[in-house]
């Protein structure tokens, strides 16, 4: 079966980052996405990898004559548009949204930015650190006697980038099916890690959050909710929130101390943390696996990267894909009737022929531009 969004055009302007991991996304449920590449050796956003699977790609060098004009026709058939430049750059190329929404006005215009496309620090550069500085999420993040911990790019980037990118064309691709009119995405982490961060904002106007590190249920300040390190030197993950999974939790471990009856009263946290931590040091990680996997104790083992595609839940459920030799994440989420699929990794430029005398460039027009250097 064809994907959900078979049918769909997206062209993606090579970047890093957000812009492709959305792209990857779109292209997993059945978009045509092409993908146009830069000429420029070593380029970050230079494709081969495996967020870039399921596109076609076409390399162009857009500051040569005519290679801007292969964009314009490939969006004058396309149903959105994926830009991650700074702002005013695709308006510099002659490819700003008032030039492309003139020639196609259904086409919906995705903009991704760190900033935005407006304010004070639009044209500053930045990094996912960065953005989710500026959100309060990062300041909540981490060990109490420690700056802030970064973490991996998926608060700022994917989270509040990728996914809200990814959103948004849809919501605006619904909307042009029914007006007829294209519009502009601005989508930018900032606005969306803060976006993700909105329970916590609730939280802290209703006194439920303490607003330094390592002292609220949900950062690691409870002992009950946290990561904890066992004999082997491997960790385990606990999360035994709600009270009866809790009283499992302790059951389970042999826990008959009261002092671990006083569940919720926050001055007991720090010792009983230190307890729980002893505890949890004295067997190995697969022991504890033995014990509470499966359980409703609020379990599960900390795997890393190469062990996760291996653990029965992952295999049962086939989390991962091989593709191209590559084992990789699956897409998700999961539709009954109109999955998505994990397609073939093209290479940069792969497809710039084949697209090329799709538009209807003829063979001496293709090699006219291979000559000035505006493709491949």
Known sequence: MAGPLSGFTIVEMAGIGPGPFCAMMLADMGA????????????LGGGGTVVDRGRRSIALDLKQPGAVDVVLRLLDGADALIEGFRP??????????????????????????GWGQDGPLAQAAGHDLNYIALTGALHAMGEADRPPAPPLHLVGDMGGGAMMLAFGLLCALLEAGRSGQGQ?????????????????????????????????????????????ACADGKYVSIGAIEPQFYRLLLERCGIDDPEFQRQWDRAQWPALRARLATLIAGKTRDEWCALLEGSDA?????????????????????????????????PAPRLSRTPGQAR?????????????????WSPSDIQALRERGAIA
């Open 88 to 113: 005013g750059v695709m308006e510099r190329l002659g490819l700003g949204p008032d030039v492309c929404l003139a020639r196609n006005r259904r086409l919906v215009y995705g903009r991704m930015t």
């Open 298 to 330: 609020c379990f599960a083992p900390v795997l890393d990267f190469e062990e996760a595609p291996d653990h029965p839940q992952h295999r049962a459920r086939a989390s991962f894909v091989e593709t191209d030799g590559i084992r990789h994440p699956a």
């Open 344 to 360: 073939p990794i093209p290479q940069p430029g792969q497809h710039t022929e084949e697209l090329l005398s799709g538009l209807g």
């Open 184 to 228: 502009v995405v601005d989508a930018a982490i900032c606005d969306g890690a803060s976006l993700l961060a909105t329970t916590y904002h609730g939280k802290l106007r209703d006194g439920d959050w303490v607003n330094r590190r390592q002292a609220n249920m949900l950062d690691g300040g409870a002992h009950f909710y946290g990561c904890y």
């Open 32 to 43: 045509d996405v092409i993908r146009v590449d830069r000429l420029t050796p070593g380029f």
